[in-house]
Nanobody, 117 residues
Framework: QVQLVESGGGLVQPGGSLRLSCVVS????????MGWYRQGPGKKQRELVA????????NYADSVKGRFTISRDNVKKTMYLQMNSLKPDDTAVYYC??????????WGQGTQVTVSS
């Protein structure tokens, strides 16, 4: 019943910025954890980019600290990932992810981010 829809991906030059959005529907906006994962070309697993846990600090991958910012709007039921100073290594499919209060996992369909000259 939970549905996650990402948007905001695209092609950007190194040093540019993008903002990804994830709209959550079908449930309340209360989760154990919500965040963003990505899977780069040639990689077999998705890696955690940033997450907001119900308890504790916001988490960022070391590779994006200082460049990416995760946030949420509880009224719009939307999660965001602001990506600045983008690098070619940031090229990946980015996935919205939530763990609900019943410990069920939900994924968006993904949005492509390509950083290239």
């Amino acid at each position: 019943q939970v549905q996650l829809v990402e948007s905001g991906g695209g092609l950007v030059q190194p040093g540019g910025s993008l903002r990804l959005s994830c709209v959550v529907s079908g449930t309340s906006f209360s989760f154990r954890q919500m965040g963003w994962y990505r899977q780069g070309p040639g990689k077999k697993q998705r890696e955690l980019v940033a997450s907001i846990p119900s308890v504790g600090n916001i988490n960022y991958a070391d590779s994006v600290k200082g460049r990416f910012t995760i946030s949420r709007d509880n009224v719009k039921k939307t999660m965001y990932l602001q990506m600045n100073s983008l690098k070619p290594d940031d090229t990946a499919v980015y996935y919205c992810h939530v763990i609900d209060t019943r410990f069920e996992n939900f994924w968006g369909q993904g949005t492509q981010v390509t950083v290239s000259s």
